[in-house]
């Protein structure tokens, strides 16, 4: 039984400059903000192989679909590796106030809920037999 692995991204300037564009592409595309430089010209130095490994392995991720998290925890793992300042994908202004609202109206809706609830136990049957009496 043979099993096959997948090879993984080098790190090379041509790589890192195509995760750049691929973390500038889905900034701008989302309206995200990037705050700090996006500068990936530095080469990272790793304590182990298996750093090596996973950073080769979220290089990859990032330039083939980068998603908020995927791009966070690579600019974290490459900051962390090459000694630089870290950069960070924050959500924009108005993004932040729709999340925002939504969390108030997420709240109030449990107590909408809440307080239908109580009105349902407190009045049972009640309207009923007054109905059924007269």
Known sequence: MSTTTK??????AESMEAAKNSITNMVNRRGLVLEGNLDLSKSPSFPSKNKEKDFKRRLERVIDLPTMKRVSMFLRMYSQFTGTQQVKVDY?????????YRKEYVEARKKAI????????????FYKSIHLKG
């Open 92 to 100: 924009s202004a108005k993004e932040k106030k729709i999340r925002e």
């Open 7 to 12: 090879s993984l991204v080098s790190i090379n």
């Open 114 to 125: 809440e307080a239908y609830s109580r009105y349902k136990e407190e009045k049972g049957d």
